[in-house]
Antibody, heavy 116, light 110 residues
Framework: EVQLVESGGGLVQPGGSLRLSCVASGFTFSSYDMHWVRQATGKGLEWVSAFQTSGNIYYPDSVKGRFTISRENDKNSLYLQMNSLRAGDTGIYYC??????????WGQGTMVTVSS | DAVMSQSPLSLPVTLGQPASISCRSSQSLVYRDGNTYLNWYQQRPGQSPRRLIYQVSNRDSGVPDRFSGSGSGTDFTLKISRVEAEDVGVYYCGQGSHWRTFGQGTKLEI
């Protein structure tokens, strides 16, 4: 079964850090671009970061300089290091597989709450 | 990046009746390879989003044929021919031609 399982979410104070992990199974992880997408509570979807198979990495301006995406293909794992967290970063973070222009597999998500 | 706009944002429907959601992009979604990367995602209450339709009109496996996607360029539509109770949720259009952006979501409720 093709699956993505996230972990690492939790409660953190503003200015703090958190590292999210995503473990993939059921497909050849190294052959796919992988992204993180987040969803603020009761809100829509926002792309957060991307790690392409070419090694290219991308971020939107909203997280550039604060978030770092990485991957370990031998461990079928994707990571998101989040620093200088703000209240606006609160939400569910999804690990997603990019199937060329669309997200074909989504994880169950991990909740990140930034609050004092 | 392309800004995606959906309408309506709330869609009350009657079981067995049709429903339609519109999605517009601020720029053409025809990519340089000739494909149009406009997709639809369904998010049922308490669940993660799942892909419903990709590249305008291609249904994912397991998606009932009452769902259909159409459109071109900047204007796209998701149609449900006969709404069933399991269709309740939020529907997002998302584009992959100019990086990745999503519409605001349309909440379908019975």
């Amino acid at each position: 079964e093709v699956q993505l399982v996230e972990s690492g979410g939790g409660l953190v104070q503003p200015g703090g850090s958190l590292r999210l992990s995503c473990v993939a199974s059921g497909f050849t992880f190294s052959s796919y671009d992988m992204h993180w997408v987040r969803q603020a509570t009761g809100k829509g979807l926002e792309w957060v970061s991307a790690f392409q198979t070419s090694g290219n990495i991308y971020y939107p301006d909203s997280v550039k300089g604060r978030f770092t995406i990485s991957r370990e293909n031998d461990k079928n794992s994707l990571y998101l290091q989040m620093n200088s967290l703000r209240a606006g970063d609160t939400g569910i973070y999804y690990c997603v597989r990019d199937g060329v222009g669309h997200y074909d597999i989504w994880g169950q998500g991990t909740m990140v709450t930034v609050s004092s | 990046d392309a800004v995606m706009s959906q309408s309506p944002l709330s869609l009350p429907v009657t079981l067995g009746q049709p429903a339609s959601i519109s999605c517009r992009s601020s720029q053409s979604l025809v990519y340089r390879d000739g494909n149009t990367y406009l997709n639809w995602y369904q998010q049922r209450p308490g669940q993660s989003p799942r892909r419903l339709i990709y590249q305008v009109s291609n249904r994912d496996s397991g998606v009932p044929d009452r769902f259909s996607g159409s459109g071109s360029g900047t204007d796209f539509t998701l149609k449900i021919s006969r709404v069933e109770a399991e269709d309740v949720g939020v529907y997002y259009c998302g584009q992959g031609s100019h990086w990745r952006t999503f519409g605001q979501g349309t909440k379908l409720e019975i």
